[in-house]
């Protein structure tokens, strides 16, 4: 999209408080000298005897090439981090990927065309950028474990498998079948494969859903739908029966990312007159219904949905922003000023396809984001658990929030100065409720400018432990629990 001001039909997120700014310190690059493998980090509480896998996560954690910055969050070059946990301690180490992007900036040079901001090259470079081989491999947003491997991903369709233990870059994982795709795939029960999505442009578009099976070198395509203007897609929904294509109306025409004009997210444009619309996609016969349009809105993240055919109703529960003007906030001069992000709720559409109906509404009254549930139990079910970070004061996340969906309550933790990140829940092994368990959440303390990592029991929120790390760790987006590496 334009910058917010070229932007007529998206409001300003509220930008005129003064932002309490500690939070800044989570945009500050690190270097390589903070590569570092810590083998036991001071420890205060106790850690439950059996948590004893890993936290890896991945995030921006380099905003400058040179003498040029990056111009957006999302930009920022991917670096790993594992926190290990055994015999009552913690453990950490922390690895840039290795990228051809990365590799750039170790020459003082943007290379490559990353979400927000794009290599200086002719014009004649321009033509064609997202078909070229100048996309980023900056995999920065998501990793998922595959059987014994580990992959970290983003938006372009270069997949990077690294090793878990040595945090080292192996490679390209497998190849996307189109240009864009989500770092967001699920779980399909029935293979124990990962289900992901993508867009292919071209003369003519398609939204695809692609499944890769464990032990396959390579993805098939196992749904496809025509769509002449591709919606931005961050993640989609699954139901035992359905896979949910959430089309919000922030839509790009694929001639304008061809042109290369401007950076990626810059093509997309808020058309809030085409609604919010929804395609299910039948799994076992590929049968599609809808488009269900309801209002306008956007969404990165959606949190869980669910198949309810007692009411005939399929169940979609995202993390919902009146626009997409979250984005323009998230620039790092933006964040460096102004501050804040715009306040993003919890809501759950419901579909009638007998009925053709779709309707919404709002599940808490508090802010929220980075939702996780408790995946391996209630991903594509019926559920009452969510947890994720809400914003406060300082207008940026501050609280690790529990939203209890069937009271439709929530409680946080939250201390002076302090900025978690998301808060990855890890199941106790054979557990009775759905919230046995812990959550585990990188937290900037701006008051040491160092990070810690918390583990809080995810029922009630108490602190078990914290782990202080060497050093700050840039905020990052998400990460995953290995049991086992
Ligand atoms: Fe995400």
């Not at 270069?158 to 240009?179: H, Q, R, S, W």
């Not at 398609?206 to 196992?222: D, K």
């Not at 076992?284 to 209002?295: A, I, K, L, N, Y």
């Amino acid at each position: 999209m334009e910058r917010m001001t070229a932007e007529p039909g998206v409001e300003a997120p509220t930008g005129d408080r003064a932002p309490d700014s500690g939070y800044l310190k989570g945009f500050e690059s690190l270097g390589l000298e903070q590569e570092v493998r810590v083998d036991e980090l001071p420890l205060t509480g106790s850690l439950p005897d059996w948590l004893t896998g890993s936290l890896i996560r991945t995030g921006p954690a380099r905003f400058e090439a040179g003498e040029r910055s990056f111009n957006h969050w999302f930009d920022g070059q991917a670096m790993l981090h594992r926190f290990g946990f055994g015999e009552g301690s913690v453990s950490y180490a922390s690895r840039f990927l290795r990228t051809k992007a990365f590799d750039a900036t170790e020459k003082g040079e943007i290379s490559y065309s990353e979400f927000a901001t794009d290599p200086c090259r002719s014009l004649f470079g321009r033509a064609m950028a997202l078909f070229s081989p100048k996309l980023s491999d900056n995999a920065n947003v998501n990793l998922v474990q595959l059987g014994e491997r580990f992959i970290a991903m983003t938006e372009t369709p270069i997949p990077v498998e690294f090793d878990a233990e040595t945090l080292a870059t192996a490679g390209v994982a497998y190849d996307v079948p189109g240009m864009l795709t989500t770092a967001h795939p699920h779980l399909d029960r029935a293979s124990g494969g990962m289900l992901n999505y993508a867009a292919k442009l071209g003369p003519r578009n398609q939204y695809r859903f692609f499944l890769l099976e464990p032990g396959a070198e390579q993805p098939r395509v196992i749904a496809s739908l025509p769509v002449d203007q591709p919606a931005y897609m961050h993640s989609f929904g699954l139901t035992e029966r359905y896979l949910v294509l959430a089309e919000f109306p922030f839509t790009v025409n694929p001639m304008r990312l061809a042109s290369g004009r401007r950076p990626y997210i810059e093509n997309y444009r808020w058309l809030p007159e085409r609604g919010t619309r929804i395609t299910l996609i039948d799994r076992e016969s590929g049968d599609q219904s809808g488009p269900f349009v309801t209002d306008p809105f956007f969404s990165f993240h959606h949190v869980n949905a669910f198949d309810d055919p007692d009411n005939g109703e399929i169940v979609v529960d995202m993390c919902v922003y009146e626009d997409a003007s979250v984005i323009d906030s998230l620039y790092l001069d933006r964040l460096r000023s102004s501050g804040g992000v715009p306040p993003a709720e919890l809501r759950r559409v419901r579909i009638r396809p007998a009925e053709q109906s779709i309707e919404w509404e709002t599940l808490v009254d508090d802010d929220f984001e980075l939702p996780r549930i408790n995946y391996g139990r209630c991903h594509e079910r019926p559920y009452r658990y969510v947890w994720g970070i809400g914003a406060g004061a300082s207008g940026w996340l501050e609280r690790i929030v529990r939203a209890d969906l069937e009271q439709r309550t929530t409680t946080g933790w939250s201390e002076p100065g302090c900025y978690p990140g998301e808060a990855v829940f890890v199941a106790t092994p054979d557990g009775d409720s759905e919230d046995d368990g812990v959550l585990l959440s990188v937290v900037l303390d701006s008051r040491s400018e160092r990070s810690f990592l918390l583990v809080l029991d995810a029922a009630d929120l108490s602190e078990l432990a914290r782990a202080e790390a060497p050093h700050h760790i840039p905020f990052s987006f998400h990460g995953q629990y290995a049991r086992s590496m």
